[in-house]
């Protein structure tokens, strides 16, 4: 038994106790789907390392698994939440909505007795109640376990002293996630029992909720209002007026997500505006980085240029630095009153370069021609370089001019190599999320408009906005734009690329 096979066990013996590990995180919160999937990826990886005749599949079979996961599986799943209506509001079950309501609409009930309370962490660090109840056993519970018996809980002059499994607060301790403890609630196993709360930490009161849930019927019902809420359908308890509960479920809403985008007069609007500039802002970010990188790459080709070296080399730093400090450098250059730019260039003027839509889009292009033309001048010296000097030669000796020689002969030849880079760059800048973030977020906002989205947002920032930092979170919305995205890039892609080959075969 040599040396590589203890490794190659030992390798197999962590992958194995990771995978068991997942397996059994898995089953605990019942999610079915990745246990299958861990279950046959371990199937698949200890057949592949321990048998003799899978010598390509052992360096496959890790890239593939990553390929499974970061991107076949986050692309279904992008694809899944698409045709649902999960958001804010819309994130669990229908079951789950039907106690959060209940929960969130308890009152104290009147009159009710106090119970004598001591607060208790579990062993994971969850805040709990032990209460004495009104046949004075010890119920101890936390916001996600009810109450249940604690037969062997110690009592001392009526108050809990200490719960088998659970840590008693101090009177510090207590005072200390104050907030926490008047904001907790624990319940019962039977939900129209309602659920204990504290004031002070030393007494709890019974809490009822003033809705009331029928199985027969599926609708919740106000007590105090009399207002009856049914299933609409769509993920909501909804009234005859229109009004809905807070708390929905996620269920699928089929192709509602992509035809809201344009049929949605709230959304149509700045989903439009947003959709024009991206392509604008793509084409922009490409055809300037270029021809300034290309006009660059062919001065310092040039042998008569002197230092030519130290020139380029200079020319690659914007290069060089992150594009995300980049772009915050450059907002806080480009601030209104305190900017560099504003004050020290222009005397202190107060041009709003970056709140002003107008301005704002220019900025954006600016900034990214000063981080992307680096990268043009690059590749753009490498194809210089690359074309033999001899065609050079036989154009002078036809007659050529140089005008006539960078048309027929320089573009041409440059653009076989090229332009894959052109296409790649076009939809590396279609998808430009940092530049935008860091330089504008996306600013200044459309007015009025249901989500927050700017003048300067691209699609990407957009789902960002949409899924994020919008008052209520659109996972739904957010996937289906991504998907959109995804189509758009692709068929620009094979559009290019397709031309590409043309100019390959015409060459």
């Given at each position: 038994?040599?040396?590589?096979?203890?490794?190659?066990?030992?390798?197999?013996?962590?992958?194995?106790?990771?995978?068991?590990?997942?397996?059994?995180?898995?089953?605990?919160?019942?999610?079915?789907?990745?246990?299958?999937?861990?279950?046959?990826?371990?199937?698949?990886?200890?057949?592949?390392?321990?048998?003799?005749?899978?010598?390509?599949?052992?360096?496959?079979?890790?890239?593939?698994?990553?390929?499974?996961?970061?991107?076949?599986?986050?692309?279904?799943?992008?694809?899944?939440?698409?045709?649902?209506?999960?958001?804010?509001?819309?994130?669990?079950?229908?079951?789950?909505?039907?106690?959060?309501?209940?929960?969130?609409?308890?009152?104290?009930?009147?009159?009710?007795?106090?119970?004598?309370?001591?607060?208790?962490?579990?062993?994971?660090?969850?805040?709990?109640?032990?209460?004495?109840?009104?046949?004075?056993?010890?119920?101890?519970?936390?916001?996600?376990?009810?109450?249940?018996?604690?037969?062997?809980?110690?009592?001392?002059?009526?108050?809990?002293?200490?719960?088998?499994?659970?840590?008693?607060?101090?009177?510090?301790?207590?005072?200390?996630?104050?907030?926490?403890?008047?904001?907790?609630?624990?319940?019962?196993?039977?939900?129209?029992?309602?659920?204990?709360?504290?004031?002070?930490?030393?007494?709890?009161?019974?809490?009822?909720?003033?809705?009331?849930?029928?199985?027969?019927?599926?609708?919740?019902?106000?007590?105090?209002?009399?207002?009856?809420?049914?299933?609409?359908?769509?993920?909501?308890?909804?009234?005859?007026?229109?009004?809905?509960?807070?708390?929905?479920?996620?269920?699928?809403?089929?192709?509602?997500?992509?035809?809201?985008?344009?049929?949605?007069?709230?959304?149509?609007?700045?989903?439009?505006?947003?959709?024009?500039?991206?392509?604008?802002?793509?084409?922009?970010?490409?055809?300037?980085?270029?021809?300034?990188?290309?006009?660059?790459?062919?001065?310092?080709?040039?042998?008569?240029?002197?230092?030519?070296?130290?020139?380029?080399?200079?020319?690659?730093?914007?290069?060089?630095?992150?594009?995300?400090?980049?772009?915050?450098?450059?907002?806080?250059?480009?601030?209104?009153?305190?900017?560099?730019?504003?004050?020290?260039?222009?005397?202190?003027?107060?041009?709003?370069?970056?709140?002003?839509?107008?301005?704002?889009?220019?900025?954006?292009?600016?900034?990214?021609?000063?981080?992307?033309?680096?990268y043009m001048f690059l590749i753009a010296t490498g194809a210089l370089q690359a074309i033999s000097s001899d065609v050079y030669e036989a154009a002078k000796l036809d007659g050529a001019k140089a005008f006539r020689t960078m048309r027929s002969i320089?573009?041409?030849?440059?653009?076989?190599?090229?332009?894959?880079?052109?296409?790649?760059?076009?939809?590396?800048?279609?998808?430009?999320?940092?530049?935008?973030?860091?330089?504008?977020?996306?600013?200044?906002?459309?007015?009025?408009?249901?989500?927050?989205?700017?003048?300067?947002?691209?699609?990407?920032?957009?789902?960002y906005s949409v899924a994020i930092e919008s008052g209520t979170q659109q996972y739904g919305l957010a996937s289906a734009m991504s998907i959109l995205i995804f189509v758009m890039v692709g068929l620009i892609s094979w559009l290019g690329f397709r031309q590409t080959r043309k100019l390959e075969e015409v060459i």
């Open positions: 038994m040599g040396p590589y096979f203890l490794v190659k066990l030992a390798v197999l013996a962590l992958i194995n106790a990771f995978g068991l590990f997942v397996i059994f995180s898995a089953w605990q919160v019942s999610h079915w789907g990745i246990l299958g999937s861990m279950v046959a990826i371990l199937i698949v990886a200890n057949w592949v390392y321990f048998s003799k005749r899978m010598i390509a599949a052992k360096y496959l079979f890790p890239g593939l698994v990553f390929l499974l996961v970061y991107q076949l599986f986050t692309m279904g799943y992008t694809a899944y939440i698409s045709f649902t209506n999960y958001g804010t509001g819309h994130n669990a079950t229908r079951e789950d909505a039907i106690a959060a309501n209940l929960a969130q609409n308890e009152n104290r009930v009147p009159d009710s007795p106090s119970y004598p309370l001591t607060v208790v962490t579990g062993e994971d660090g969850e805040l709990g109640f032990a209460i004495i109840d009104d046949d004075d056993e010890v119920l101890v519970g936390t916001e996600e376990q009810t109450f249940e018996a604690a037969p062997d809980a110690t009592v001392a002059d009526g108050d809990v002293t200490e719960v088998p499994g659970y840590s008693v607060l101090t009177f510090g301790e207590v005072l200390e996630q104050q907030n926490e403890i008047t904001s907790l609630r624990v319940g019962f196993d039977d939900v129209d029992e309602g659920s204990i709360r504290t004031q002070d930490g030393s007494t709890g009161y019974l809490y009822r909720s003033v809705l009331t849930y029928d199985e027969a019927t599926g609708a919740i019902t106000n007590t105090d209002t009399g207002v009856v809420y049914s299933d609409n359908g769509e993920g909501s308890f909804e009234a005859e007026d229109g009004s809905t509960l807070v708390v929905g479920w996620r269920v699928a809403v089929g192709f509602d997500n992509f035809t809201k985008m344009f049929t949605d007069s709230r959304l149509s609007g700045p989903f439009l505006s947003v959709l024009v500039w991206t392509f604008v802002f793509a084409f922009l970010s490409v055809a300037t980085t270029f021809f300034l990188g290309l006009f660059f790459a062919i001065v310092f080709n040039h042998p008569a240029v002197r230092g030519r070296k130290i020139i380029r080399s200079l020319l690659i730093l914007p290069y060089a630095f992150p594009g995300f400090l980049s772009g915050l450098v450059w907002a806080g250059l480009l601030n209104r009153r305190f900017g560099f730019i504003n004050q020290v260039l222009l005397g202190g003027a107060e041009i709003p370069w970056l709140t002003d839509p107008w301005l704002a889009k220019l900025s954006v292009i600016g900034v990214n021609l000063w981080l992307g033309f680096p320089t573009l041409p030849l440059l653009m076989i190599s090229v332009a894959p880079l052109l296409i790649a760059s076009f939809a590396f800048n279609f998808n430009n999320f940092n530049l935008i973030y860091f330089v504008t977020e996306g600013g200044p906002n459309f007015p009025g408009s249901p989500i927050a989205v700017g003048a300067t947002d691209i699609l990407i920032s957009m789902v």
